[in-house]
């Protein structure tokens, strides 16, 4: 591909600095830049009658949020109850002033709290009504009746929500170890889960005022005694905008020579489509439209329907409207290396370009007739074909450095099966311990087979079928077939991380494509018993 070459670097003039103390707009003097009225809140842009996903049209979560709750609360709901009862012990141990809400039972001793029944059932309703959220979260419509259901409940039962404010920070307390056995507790994931919660106060918080005032206006500015209740995220959504429209100009404007080095990507095919050229084309588009929105300040109006027309734009030269969210991700990861070189980029940039890229999507589908609205997807995207495409080769690289007996040995340091599956026991566990880690060199030749074939994996599923009839004739537990995807990231994320090329959206796509490979080869279990 001739990624692993040298990136052209960038001149310490590029200024992204600032997003590294990255901080919500309330929390700056705003007298520093009086006329900052130009990032709205992305319904403003979309106008009132566009359908946003839930999450980020109620909840006012990114993409990223979302991927983090539903991967992290597949491991929660098993523990269920577990989970509910250390959450409410935490509270009503450490937090006397929410104790006394539970009108039930408010002076029960500390010691017998673990035994009250009804704590205990509040606890499961808790982590049921977090179960439909995340079930329910791209459903507007559900969300908000949702919420003043609950809301209504609460305020019945004389519950302030402003005494949830220490919900998230209870809740990963009580999930990390849980998760940290599981190898999937990451910051990203506690973050997420704490502007989760926080969503749900302020939501909450805005559902008692409408009580209290028959309306709250959807422009809170122009009520200023309402505003410490006003979506707060709303105004770093729009720092977060304008970090990103910034740095994204700046970039592009200093170093057009960026554009040359996305020609690294035209040796990546997918369908016909040269990403390389595809990327360059996106990157224009994504540069006049973020251009439109910095010179349409404060008319939301005209961004919205000029977003819509490069939208229409975009249709008519063939760009699938699903392309338009699988670009954004692509393009951060094509240039996140060049930042990285200079030790520039962090988290908060990142959650900025993504934050920009969502909206930009968001306003561009527009401009696509309505019968492409509902589109169905399936492993692998385009998105997440050029991921694991763009990033096996580094992975590759690192192995023949390393060499593969001691790619081998770090395997095997990550393949402690009672960590990943702690069903197993005795001869089951030993068994499938010797299986994972003397499959290092077996997931390695399989991908090297598999990565070229995508997105169509079926071309190589004798082999992966063969394996599976290898892996029942050993007696490897089916169930291990599964894990050694998680391994393997364990064991090649630090290969990814130090180049800048590390991210979720990277290491979901390496799990979907192990997900594939171990339900083929599960094939081979079945055709084994034949």
Same mark, same amino acid.
């Given at each position: 591909?001739?990624?692993?070459?040298?990136?052209?670097?960038?001149?310490?003039?590029?200024?992204?600095?600032?997003?590294?103390?990255?901080?919500?707009?309330?929390?700056?003097?705003?007298?520093?830049?009086?006329?900052?009225?130009?990032?709205?809140?992305?319904?403003?842009?979309?106008?009132?009658?566009?359908?946003?996903?839930?999450?980020?049209?109620?909840?006012?979560?990114?993409? =990223?949020? *979302?991927?983090?709750?539903?991967?992290?609360?597949? @491991?929660?709901?098993? $523990?269920?109850? +577990? &989970?509910?009862?250390?959450?409410?012990?935490?509270?009503?141990?450490?937090?006397?002033?929410?104790?006394?809400?539970?009108?039930?039972?408010?002076?029960?001793?500390?010691?017998?709290?673990?035994?009250?029944?009804?704590?205990?059932?509040?606890?499961?309703?808790?982590?049921?009504?977090?179960?439909?959220?995340?079930?329910?979260?791209?459903?507007?419509?559900?969300?908000?009746?949702?919420?003043?259901?609950?809301?209504?409940?609460?305020?019945?039962?004389?519950?302030?929500?402003?005494?949830?404010?220490?919900?998230?920070?209870?809740?990963?307390?009580?999930?990390?170890?849980?998760?940290?056995?599981?190898?999937?507790?990451?910051?990203?994931?506690?973050? =997420?889960? *704490?502007?989760?919660?926080?969503?749900?106060?302020? @939501?909450?918080?805005? $559902?008692?005022? +409408? &009580?209290?005032?028959?309306?709250?206006?959807?422009?809170?500015?122009?009520?200023?005694?309402?505003?410490?209740?006003?979506?707060?995220?709303?105004?770093?959504?729009?720092?977060?905008?304008?970090?990103?429209?910034?740095?994204?100009?700046?970039?592009?404007?200093?170093?057009?020579?960026?554009?040359?080095?996305?020609?690294?990507?035209?040796?990546?095919?997918?369908?016909?489509?040269?990403?390389?050229?595809?990327?360059?084309?996106?990157?224009?588009?994504?540069?006049?439209?973020?251009?439109?929105?910095?010179?349409?300040?404060?008319?939301?109006?005209?961004?919205?329907?000029?977003?819509?027309?490069?939208?229409?734009?975009?249709?008519?030269?063939?760009?699938?409207?699903?392309?338009?969210?699988?670009?954004?991700?692509?393009?951060?990861?094509?240039?996140?290396?060049? &930042?990285?070189?200079?030790?520039?980029?962090?988290?908060?940039?990142?959650?900025?370009?993504?934050?920009?890229?969502?909206?930009?999507?968001?306003?561009?589908?527009?401009?696509?007739?309505?019968?492409?609205?509902?589109?169905?997807?399936?492993?692998?995207?385009?998105?997440?074909?050029?991921?694991?495409?763009?990033?096996?080769?580094?992975?590759?690289?690192?192995?023949?450095?390393?060499?593969?007996?001691?790619?081998?040995?770090?395997?095997?340091?990550?393949?402690?099966?009672?960590?990943?599956?702690?069903?197993?026991?005795?001869?089951?566990?030993?068994?499938?311990?010797?299986?994972?880690?003397?499959?290092?060199?077996?997931?390695?030749?399989?991908?090297?087979?598999?990565?070229?074939?995508?997105?169509?994996?079926?071309?190589?599923?004798?082999?992966?079928?063969?394996?599976?009839?290898?892996?029942?004739?050993?007696?490897?537990?089916?169930?291990?077939?599964?894990?050694?995807?998680?391994?393997?990231?364990?064991?090649?994320?630090?290969?990814?991380?130090?180049?800048?090329?590390?991210?979720?959206?990277?290491?979901?796509?390496?799990?979907?494509?192990?997900?594939?490979?171990?339900?083929?080869?599960?094939?081979?279990?079945?055709?084994?018993?034949?």
């Amino acid at each position: 591909m001739g990624q692993s070459g040298s990136c052209p670097s960038l001149s310490p003039s590029t200024d992204f600095s600032r997003v590294n103390s990255l901080r919500p707009v309330s929390s700056r003097n705003r007298a520093e830049k009086p006329a900052d009225t130009m990032y709205q809140s992305l319904r403003s842009y979309v106008g009132k009658n566009a359908k946003l996903p839930g999450y980020m049209d109620y909840l006012h979560l990114s993409t =990223s949020d *979302v991927g983090n709750l539903k991967e992290s609360w597949s @491991v929660l709901e098993d $523990n269920v109850s +577990k &989970v509910g009862v250390e959450f409410f012990l935490d509270i009503l141990n450490h937090h006397e002033e929410i104790k006394t809400s539970f009108k039930q039972n408010p002076g029960v001793a500390a010691y017998e709290i673990k035994a009250n029944e009804d704590l205990y059932k509040h606890g499961l309703y808790v982590l049921a009504a977090i179960k439909k959220i995340i079930s329910n979260i791209d459903d507007t419509d559900y969300l908000e009746k949702f919420f003043d259901d609950l809301s209504d409940k609460h305020r019945k039962a004389g519950v302030d929500a402003s005494g949830m404010d220490v919900f998230g920070k209870v809740f990963c307390k009580v999930m990390r170890p849980i998760l940290l056995e599981k190898k999937k507790w990451k910051p990203e994931v506690k973050d =997420s889960w *704490v502007t989760f919660f926080g969503s749900i106060v302020k @939501v909450m918080k805005k $559902n008692e005022m +409408k &009580v209290d005032n028959n309306q709250v206006e959807e422009d809170q500015d122009a009520r200023p005694e309402l505003r410490s209740h006003v979506f707060k995220r709303t105004q770093y959504d729009r720092h977060l905008m304008q970090v990103g429209c910034e740095t994204f100009t700046q970039l592009f404007t200093r170093h057009p020579e960026v554009m040359d080095y996305l020609a690294e990507y035209d040796n990546i095919i997918v369908d016909g489509i040269s990403i390389g050229e595809t990327l360059r084309a996106h990157a224009i588009a994504v540069g006049s439209v973020v251009a439109e929105i910095q010179e349409n300040a404060g008319n939301p109006e005209r961004i919205r329907m000029s977003l819509a027309g490069a939208g229409q734009r975009r249709y008519l030269d063939g760009v699938e409207r699903r392309q338009l969210d699988m670009l954004g991700p692509v393009l951060s990861q094509a240039i996140r290396p060049l &930042v990285w070189q200079q030790g520039l980029w962090s988290s908060e940039l990142e959650k900025a370009w993504t934050h920009l890229f969502d909206i930009v999507a968001c306003l561009m589908k527009l401009g696509y007739p309505h019968e492409y609205q509902c589109e169905e997807e399936s492993f692998p995207n385009l998105t997440e074909v050029i991921l694991l495409k763009d990033t096996w080769p580094f992975i590759k690289d690192q192995i023949t450095q390393l060499t593969v007996e001691r790619f081998e040995m770090m395997f095997s340091l990550n393949a402690d099966m009672s960590l990943y599956l702690p069903q197993l026991s005795g001869e089951d566990l030993t068994n499938a311990n010797q299986a994972v880690k003397s499959s290092a060199s077996d997931c390695i030749n399989l991908l090297e087979q598999v990565v070229p074939s995508l997105p169509d994996i079926n071309n190589v599923s004798s082999i992966l079928t063969k394996y599976g009839q290898e892996q029942k004739e050993r007696n490897v537990p089916v169930g291990v077939l599964d894990m050694i995807g998680p391994v393997f990231c364990n064991t090649t994320r630090p290969f990814l991380l130090v180049q800048g090329r590390w991210c979720l959206d990277v290491e979901r796509s390496w799990l979907g494509l192990f997900k594939e490979i171990a339900a083929i080869m599960r094939t081979g279990y079945s055709s084994a018993d034949l």
